[in-house]
């Protein structure tokens, strides 16, 4: 972090991005466009610190140090953070998982920005509000999770997880209270459950490039893309490719898409606000976004 002060300039305001692998993170590409679209470029610089997996409390204890005023967190140091933070928002507490750190003169506040970028991505890629909505959920992992509560915060009328390991499903819909349930693994009860619902979120890297055999099909998705149909709304976390073999056929079917770099530039705005305490740049930020990440064919 020392590295980024002198390479930002003695009085520049430095926030990043910590994870590993890291360097393909886009988070500093994004707030750099941020603070270039605020006129705030040459006071304001982002950067991506790769830190191994267990060595988070030596980046925070980095971050008091060297003021860094804000960090983003991504894999694998969301949990590890929640519980080094001196001081956590509901939200991250009740995930167990923090995405995005402030250096409050030395004091770190950890929440969690994933959820709500969620839900701004399905308010802006399709017009989608979760109050009264019925959604199911693909996946029980830490991105599942925060879609999970975000949903039901939003006010959902059902959030019900679909999960390869049901023990992390029944964990995950615990976080929605009364409105969450978990689908049995049965053809029939997941083709019951997608067609009662209004939205489908496929959070499970299933459909990464680079995740071996995991490109989907037949078989490999929990939730058959042919299940969804015209009105219904088919959201993929993944955004690389932009489009997954998933959710282009949820589309063939009639359903409306969303993917997931919407959610990638939300919860990274959101963070922004925390950091700088202004409106922050949110058409620039997925202007960059689709340059870095265009969508194919
Ligand atoms: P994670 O914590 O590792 O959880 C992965 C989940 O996917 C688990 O529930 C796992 O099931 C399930 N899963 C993995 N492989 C599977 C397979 N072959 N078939 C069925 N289920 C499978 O990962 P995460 O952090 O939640 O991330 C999930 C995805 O969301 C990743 O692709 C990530 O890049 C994406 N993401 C996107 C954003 C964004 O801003 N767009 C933000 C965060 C994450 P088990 O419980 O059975 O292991």
């Known amino acids: 972090m020392d590295g980024a002060r002198s390479e930002a300039g003695a009085g520049a305001t430095i926030v990043g991005v910590i994870g590993s692998p890291v360097a393909h993170s886009l988070s500093p590409l994004l707030h750099n466009a941020a603070f270039a679209a605020l006129g705030l470029a040459d006071e304001w610089r ?5 830190v191994p997996p267990g060595q988070a409390a030596a980046a925070l204890e980095a971050m008091r140090l060297s003021r860094v005023t804000g960090l983003s967190v991504t894999m694998p140091h969301k949990a590890d953070v929640a519980a080094l933070v001196d001081e956590c928002s509901d939200v991250a507490r009740r995930l167990g998982a923090v995405n995005c750190i402030v250096n409050r003169d ?5 929440t969690n920005t994933d959820g709500e970028g969620f839900v701004s991505s399905l308010a802006r890629g399709a017009g989608f509000a979760p109050e009264g909505r019925r959604c199911v959920v693909v996946g029980a992992g830490g ?10 915060v939003g006010g959902a009328a059902q959030v019900a997880v ?17 409105v969450g349930s978990v689908v049995p693994l049965t053809e029939g009860s997941i083709a019951e459950a997608v067609a009662a619902a209004d939205l489908v979120v496929n959070a499970t890297p299933v459909g990464m490039a680079g995740v071996a055999g995991q490109t989907g099909g037949p078989g490999v998705w929990l939730v058959p893309p042919d299940l969804l149909e015209p009105g219904q709304v088919a959201a993929d976390l993944v955004y690389a490719p932009r489009v997954t073999p998933w959710l282009a056929e949820a589309v063939a079917c009639g359903a409306t898409a969303v993917d997931g770099l919407g959610m990638l530039v939300h919860q990274a705005a959101a963070q922004l606000v925390l950091w700088t305490g202004v409106e922050p740049p949110v058409e620039a930020m997925w202007r960059a976004a689709e340059a870095a990440s265009p969508r194919e064919g």
């Not at 982002?46 to 790769?50: G, I, P, V």
């Not at 030395?106 to 950890?110: K, T």
């Open 162 to 178: 679909v999960n390869r390991t049901p023990e992390r499903a029944y964990e995950a819909a615990e976080l929605a209270g009364p």
């Open 106 to 110: 030395g004091a770190l506040f950890g």
């Open 46 to 50: 982002s950067f991506a610190f790769e």
């Open 143 to 152: 991105a599942a999770r925060a879609v999970v509560l975000a949903l039901a």
